[in-house]
C-alpha cells in the first residue's frame, strides 16, 4: 500500500477466527509433544508437584501470587544494579521455563483425573500429553474471549507456580509447618 506521499506504508495483518483457533490448536500439540517428554523425563516430580496443587491449594495459590510479584521487583532490582544483568537474562528465562513446567504439571493433573474418569491406568507421558492437550485447547478458546479470556490460564499458572517453588520443583514433598 502506498500513502499520500507514493512511500510504501506497512500493512498490519489481523489474524481471523480461524487463524487464531489453527493457532491455538498448533500451540496445543506442540505444548502437549513437550509435556511427553518432560513425564518421561520427569515423572516423579510432576506427580509431587500436582499432589501439593491438590493438598495444599491455598497455600500455592498464595506462594505463587507473592511469587508473580515479587519476581519483578527482584528482576528490576538485579538490572538497576547493572553487574547482575546477565544473572537477570538468566532468572527470566528459569521463570519462562518454570511457568511452562506448571502448565505440564496441571495438564498431568488433568489427565490423570480423565483417566480415572474413562476407569483406565495411564503412564504419566501419557496423561500429561492427552491432559495437556485439552487444558491447551480449553484454555486457548476461552483466551480468545476479549478482556477475560487471560484471567482462567493465569490462575492455573500462579497455581501450579507456587506448588512448584513450596515442593522445590517436585524435588520434595511439602510438609505444612
Request: charged share 10%.
Amino acid at each position: 500500500d502506498l500513502n499520500q506521499d507514493g512511500q510504501s506504508v506497512p500493512v498490519k495483518h489481523t489474524p481471523s477466527l480461524l487463524e487464531r483457533i489453527l493457532a491455538v490448536a498448533f500451540e496445543s500439540l506442540a505444548l502437549a509433544a513437550l509435556a511427553v517428554v518432560l513425564a518421561l523425563i520427569f515423572p516423579t516430580q510432576i506427580k509431587r508437584v500436582a499432589q501439593t496443587v491438590n493438598s495444599e491449594f491455598w497455600v500455592s495459590g498464595g506462594v505463587g501470587l507473592i511469587t508473580m510479584i515479587g519476581a519483578p521487583i527482584v528482576l528490576v532490582i538485579m538490572t538497576i544494579t547493572i553487574i547482575l544483568i546477565p544473572v537477570m537474562i538468566f532468572s527470566v528465562l528459569a521463570i519462562a521455563l518454570t511457568t511452562i513446567y506448571g502448565w505440564v504439571v496441571a495438564g498431568f493433573d488433568l489427565g490423570e483425573r480423565f483417566s480415572t474418569l474413562l476407569k483406565v491406568s495411564w503412564p504419566a507421558s501419557v496423561s500429561a500429553g492427552i491432559g495437556v492437550l485439552i487444558l491447551s485447547l480449553v484454555v486457548g478458546l476461552i483466551t480468545l474471549i476479549p478482556c477475560v479470556g487471560w484471567i482462567l490460564g493465569f490462575l492455573i499458572i500462579l497455581f501450579t507456580l507456587g506448588a512448584i517453588v513450596i515442593s522445590r520443583f517436585g524435588s520434595n514433598k511439602y510438609a505444612a509447618a
